[in-house]
């Protein structure tokens, strides 16, 4: 299965997630971490990112930041792809450290920022890299140290955490702390890794007798996300909206789609661009639609009144189904 796109706005909540290849060690001693701490500092102060939680293990990390002015990618290239020469140079070694891409995660910030700063806060103390509450307070490899204020780091938005527990930083910490501490035994919480609200709903789901399709609306979930339902579908309309303006900057017209079309199809503009029911205008105009709207962003309203046809048919041909056999045919002529 392909891989699915990122996800990405300004002001998104991200929880990154980062592996060593075949599950290596991407953290051999303190200058592979601080080298790597100095290039988080760096690419997220670049880039305009607020980062509320991160920890460093031996083999993986896990980051929970805010993307500002950059979008996400090129913040973590300038740190994993940095980090990966000097990794290789330290160590003399050579290929690959990180094991294919990272993965991020769509946040839903008001329902899960706190939780996901503790569950990532906790990785050394539940990997058994500290033995205790007390010495994960000084480890420097993650920012719980820098939120109880045994480690300055300026570029942690330690205060931005502290706010959400009390109105003064003594007393937001003090609450930290016991909030921490109320989750120290939770243990590995799967379901805040993406698609935790259908894993949490996993018993309704299951629910003998439940009628197939049955409040389906309510099921919206995506691996990529971790909120609610509602959020989930406003990230994914966000999501569809940016690539079909991204589409739309190729320039492609209608005409120049229609005229591929007709070359291909050997079908008249008449023909195309009217309710001609012959089976070949019906399958020229359904994958004139589909690679209008998939390929170059246009909505169905807007191909329908190039076409002379229904709104609604055009709109439900765009975005239903899989690409027709002539449509791929089409697709691979066409201006990248």
Not at 124 to 136: C, F, Q
Not at 211 to 234: H, N
Request: with cysteine.
């Amino acid at each position: 299965m392909p891989r699915q796109a990122r996800l990405d706005a300004p002001g998104t909540l991200h929880h990154v997630i980062a592996r060593g290849i075949e599950r290596r060690a991407i953290f051999l001693g303190p200058s592979d971490s601080d080298d790597f701490i100095a290039r988080l500092e760096a690419a997220v102060t670049w880039g305009g990112a607020a980062v509320f939680a991160w920890a460093l293990l031996p083999n993986h990390l896990h980051l929970l930041l805010r993307t500002g002015e950059a979008s996400l990618p090129p913040v973590m290239r300038r740190v994993m792809t940095g980090y990966a020469v000097s990794f290789n140079l330290r160590h003399k070694r050579h290929g690959h450290v990180f094991q294919n891409r990272y993965r991020s995660i769509v946040c839903e910030e008001e329902s899960y920022l706190l939780e996901l700063v503790r569950y990532i806060h906790l990785n050394p103390l539940r990997a058994g890299i500290v033995k205790s509450l007390e010495e994960l307070e000084t480890f420097p490899y993650s920012g719980h140290s820098a939120l109880v204020g045994r480690i300055e780091r300026p570029w942690q938005e330690t205060g931005a955490v502290l706010a959400r527990f009390g109105r003064s930083t003594d007393q937001g910490r003090q609450d930290y702390v016991e909030f921490v501490r109320e989750g120290a035994n939770q243990g590995n919480r799967p379901e805040l890794v993406g698609g935790g609200w259908r894993r949490s709903s996993g018993a309704w789901l299951e629910r003998p007798g439940r009628r197939r399709g049955e409040e389906e609306d309510a099921l919206a979930y995506d691996e990529r996300v971790l909120g609610s339902s509602d959020f989930v579908k406003d990230i994914l309309a966000e999501a569809e909206w940016e690539r079909r303006q991204a589409l739309r900057k190729t320039g492609v017209r209608l005409a120049d789609l229609a005229e591929r079309v007709l070359s291909v199809t050997g079908l008249s503009e008449q023909e195309l661009r009217s309710g001609v029911k012959r089976p070949a205008a019906v399958a020229a105009r359904r994958a004139f639609t589909q690679l209008a709207v998939r390929e170059y962003g246009y909505c169905g309203a807007a191909v329908a009144r190039y076409l002379g046809v229904v709104a609604s048919t055009a709109q439900r041909q765009g975005i239903e189904g899989e690409l027709s056999p002539l449509a791929e045919r089409i697709r691979k002529e066409l201006p990248r």
